[in-house]
C-alpha cells in the first residue's frame, strides 16, 4: 500500500512538472517605438502605451502587451521617405531575467531595407541612437552585447528607405510572430532557457492610385466627344 502511494505521488510530481514545462514562455513588450522620416514616437515605454501612435500608423491587428502582431504604415506624399520600427521584448522575464538572451539574423534584406540587433541601449548598445538617426547597421551586437557568445538584454529594429512619385502609396507591414517564417530575410530573438524565439519580419509594397482628371480635362474631353458626335451626324446626312 504504502509503495503504491508514493507510486502515485511520484506519477503526480511528473505530470505537475512537465505540465509546468509545457506552459509557454511569457512574452511582454518593454517598448516600442518608429521613426516617421526622423520623427520619432515612444508608443510604448516600460511596459505601458503612453502614447497613440502617429498618423499612418495602424496597431488594430498588433498587440502592445505581448509585443505579437502586425504594424502597418501607410504613406502616399510624393518624394524620400523612410520608415523605422524599433521593438524591445522580454521573454520569460520573471522566470530567468532578461539579460540571458540573443539574436540572429537571417536571410539577405531587400534593396532599401535596413535592420539592427543590440543591447537596447539603456547601459550598452547603440541600436536606440541609430534608429533614431536612421542609421541602423545591419550588425548583430554590435557592441558585441545581445549575440550567440555573449547573451543580454535584445532588442531589434527594421527600417526602410524609399522614394513614392505622384500617385503613388507605400504599404510597409511589420511582423513580430513565434511562427517560423517560411522564406525572405528575417530577425530571431530567442531566450534560450525556455528554448523560445520571436520572429520579425517586414515588407514594403509601393503601388499607384486611379488617376483622376481633373475637372478642366474633364471639359475637354467632354467637349472633343460632343464634336466628334457632331461630324458623325452631318456625315450621316
Not at 62 to 88: E, I, M, Q, R
Not at 116 to 127: F, Q, T
Not at 164 to 185: C, K, Q, R, W
Amino acid at each position: 500500500m504504502k509503495k503504491r502511494m508514493l507510486t502515485t505521488l511520484g506519477m503526480a510530481i511528473s505530470l505537475a512538472m512537465a505540465s509546468l514545462s509545457a506552459q509557454a514562455a511569457v512574452i511582454d513588450l518593454y517598448g516600442f517605438s518608429v521613426n516617421i522620416d526622423g520623427a520619432v514616437t515612444d508608443v510604448v515605454d516600460n511596459y505601458s502605451q503612453i502614447n497613440p501612435a502617429p498618423a499612418g500608423v495602424d496597431l488594430s491587428i498588433f498587440n502592445t502587451g505581448t509585443g505579437l502582431g502586425t504594424v502597418k504604415f501607410t504613406l502616399s506624399n510624393a518624394g524620400t521617405h523612410y520608415f523605422a520600427a524599433f521593438f524591445d521584448h522580454e521573454i520569460d522575464e520573471a522566470v530567468n531575467t532578461y539579460f540571458n538572451e540573443t539574436g540572429a539574423s537571417t536571410g539577405t534584406p531587400a534593396a532599401g531595407q535596413s535592420w539592427e540587433i543590440d543591447e537596447p541601449g539603456y547601459i550598452d548598445g547603440d541600436i536606440f541612437e541609430n534608429f533614431e538617426n536612421g542609421s541602423l547597421d545591419g550588425g548583430v551586437g554590435t557592441s558585441i552585447y545581445g549575440d550567440t557568445a555573449f547573451p543580454d538584454d535584445v532588442s531589434m529594429a527594421m527600417g526602410w528607405d524609399f522614394t513614392l512619385a505622384a500617385g503613388e502609396t507605400a504599404t510597409i507591414l511589420m511582423d513580430i510572430s513565434e511562427a517560423v517564417p517560411n522564406s525572405g530575410f528575417y530577425l530571431t530573438h530567442t531566450d534560450p532557457d525556455s528554448d523560445t524565439s520571436i520572429y520579425f519580419t517586414s515588407a514594403l509594397r509601393i503601388g499607384g492610385q486611379p488617376h483622376i482628371p481633373e475637372p478642366s480635362l474633364l471639359l475637354l474631353l467632354g467637349a472633343g466627344l460632343f464634336g466628334l458626335g457632331g461630324v458623325r451626324r452631318r456625315m450621316a446626312r
